[in-house]
């Protein structure tokens, strides 16, 4: 049998967590909602000021899309972790940053892009205008697959831990803050009308920096919890 | 003279006790000279008044917070590279003082900012940056407690540390890059410093006391670790249960 190339590895391990996404439909659907459950609510908490919801719409939905990223780490790692997969993963001869990076794609496929195709209906909610909604969904696009490859590390590092949930928040969560400043600070500048051009350049050099640093450290840190 | 050979707890663990008096000295003389220059020889500050004085101890603080965080990730690289376990040690034992000097910064800070700039506290890049430094410090003290298996807690935590050396450089020039209401830089290696003598002085030599400080506490620490690890401490005079509960 012939040896698959990367790519054919990468697509096979996007493939099947796409597949297996897809044959638990309420898992991915469980997010989704979340999200427009814990976005709605804010209206409801503040009370429905438009200038009011204007001023704090950027920084509500994106720790909104913040939480949806960090409640669907746990699927990351955890199922190939229990049922073995991941260790014949560690094993397949391909670069194992590479088949994390697949992994993360789908990840972030499954919780991040919902989020991202959401956001101009959620920023509508909160009175944002055609400008602000298209600079929404641009920081959002730049911004959450950074998130799926800063948490990624958190899930490896507390793969299979007791209370793994709570201590990947602690972990990830001062990590996600560099994103969650530019993001959510390119929207209100969009809202104030000073240019957002400098946070979405900001977003998009967190972006690269993680593509190039953060797969590596994930798969250190799968190679350490399986060892 | 060969240093590898400290490599081995048992030789580390007797040397680190022969180095703790000298540093604990060092600190004990340091902090004390600088503690005097800054009250009583440093001038009074034309704007700031006597508030400014806080920043003998800020100042000092804020770099051993980031200058701790630096040699914690080196230790702990030098751990995944070698697999080196006193380097691990080193880390772990490095942790908790980098936290008490972030907490020590941030403290002070807010003391320094309330006269004036008016606040306690304020969202700017500088403070925000150095919160977020906390935070990695309780992380990689918090990863390392909640795994039961030494091995993977060493390597674990160790990758976290130099994750989150991202910060480091974002703390240093976060009052270049935003220009918010922390102040810049008044001591400087390239150019002069622009403000008096005195001040200098006192800041300097109260930072390299803390330093002593922070390689005096971080060896005590060290010894615990090895006999708490080791839990076989038949080399040198044994550790009590009395001595690992003083050096913490």
């Given at each position: 049998m012939s040896q698959p190339s990367m790519s054919e590895a990468v697509r096979g391990v996007v493939r099947r967590d796409l597949l297996l996404a897809m044959r638990h439909r309420s898992d991915v659907a469980m997010s989704v909602f979340f999200v427009v459950i814990v976005a709605s609510l804010f209206p409801l908490g503040v009370g429905p000021e438009p200038a009011v919801l204007r001023m704090i719409a950027s920084g509500v939905l994106w720790v909104t899309a913040l939480l949806a990223c960090l409640l669907s780490l746990g699927r990351l790692f955890t199922a190939d972790y229990l049922d073995g997969v991941l260790e014949q993963t560690l094993l397949i001869p391909q670069p194992l940053s590479v088949l994390v990076l697949g992994k993360v794609f789908s990840h972030w496929v499954i919780s991040g892009l919902p989020v991202v195709l959401l956001s101009p209906l959620l920023g509508l909610q909160f009175g944002l205008s055609g400008n602000s909604l298209g600079v929404l969904t641009l920081s959002l696009l730049l911004g959450t697959p950074t998130l799926s490859m800063i948490g990624a590390i958190g899930a490896a590092l507390t793969l299979?831990?007791?209370?793994s949930g709570l201590l990947v928040a602690l972990l990830v969560l001062p990590l996600f803050i560099p994103v969650l400043i530019f993001g959510a600070g390119a929207v209100t500048n969009s809202v104030t009308g000073v240019g957002s051009e400098a946070n979405l350049s900001l977003l998009g050099a967190c972006f690269l920096l993680s593509l190039t640093f953060a797969p590596w450290a994930t798969a250190v840190a799968l190679r350490i919890a399986v060892e | 003279m060969n240093w590898l050979k400290y490599s081995s707890s048992q030789a580390l663990y007797p040397f680190a006790g022969r180095l703790i008096p000298w540093f604990t000295a060092a600190a004990l003389g340091l902090i004390g000279v600088g503690l005097y220059v800054g009250f009583f020889v440093a001038p009074t500050d034309a704007?700031?008044?006597?508030?400014?004085?806080i920043i003998f101890v800020h100042v000092p603080a804020a770099w051993m917070s980031m200058f701790l965080y630096v040699i914690m990730a080196i230790w702990a690289g030098i751990g995944l590279g070698l697999n080196a376990r006193p380097s691990f040690m080193m880390a772990q034992a490095i942790a908790p003082t980098g936290a008490l000097f972030t907490f020590l910064a941030l403290f002070t800070g807010s003391m320094w900012g309330k006269p004036t700039w008016g606040a306690w506290w304020v969202w700017d890049a500088r403070l925000t940056s150095e919160l977020i430094l906390l935070f990695q410090y309780i992380g990689i003290m918090l990863l390392r407690s909640s795994i039961d298996d030494l091995r993977r807690a060493d390597r674990a935590s160790a990758v976290l540390a130099l994750v989150g050396v991202v910060n480091v450089p974002i703390i240093y020039f976060s009052v270049k890059w935003w220009n918010t209401l922390h102040q810049g830089a008044?001591?400087?290696?390239t150019a002069a410093p622009t403000m008096a003598g005195a001040m200098v002085t006192a800041m300097l030599v109260m930072a390299v006391g803390f330093w002593m400080y922070s390689i005096a506490v971080t060896l005590a620490r060290m010894r615990c670790v090895i006999v708490e690890r080791e839990r076989q401490p038949s080399w040198g005079k044994p550790a009590s249960v009395t001595d690992v509960a003083e050096a913490r």
């Open positions: 299979g831990l007791r209370g | 704007t700031q008044g006597d508030a400014y004085r008044s001591v400087s290696i």
